[in-house]
Nanobody
Framework: QVQLVESGGRLVQAGDSLKLSCAASGRTFTTYAMGWFRQFPGKEREFVAGISRFGANTYYADSVKGRFTIFRDNAKNSVHLQMNSLKPEDTAIYYC???????????????WGQGTQVTVSS
């Protein structure tokens, strides 16, 4: 099992950049593919980005491709989401997730953090 804690969400303006971080507990971090999801008010959680266990492969939702970058630091048990050129429609709660044996294009998440709010003003 792994515990996940997100941080970094805040209010920014359109066009700004923001980096979200997720700290994972335990000694088995490299057994998990990691991902970021987001949830809009009244909507289901949607996949944003995923990264393989050692960072060789990444996968993105079309809506963020070219603007967001996921990367991980296995030495620090952390995964990050660098978000550039933010838009008001990126406003959501962002969640970190972990999954063993994940296929990134079908990442569903087995373990979740509590979420961090990102608000982008126009």
């Amino acid at each position: 099992q792994v515990q996940l804690v997100e941080s970094g969400g805040r209010l920014v303006q359109a066009g700004d950049s923001l980096k979200l971080s997720c700290a994972a507990s335990g000694r088995t971090f490299t057994t998990y593919a990691m991902g970021w999801f987001r949830q809009f008010p009244g909507k289901e959680r949607e996949f944003v980005a995923g990264i393989s266990r050692f960072g060789a492969n990444t996968y993105y939702a079309d809506s963020v491709k070219g603007r967001f970058t996921i990367f991980r630091d296995n030495a620090k048990n952390s995964v990050h989401l660098q978000m550039n050129s933010l838009k008001p429609e990126d406003t959501a709660i962002y969640y970190c997730a972990a999954e063993r044996g994940a296929t990134l294009s079908r990442f569903r998440g087995d373990y979740w953090g509590q979420g961090t709010q990102v608000t982008v003003s126009s």
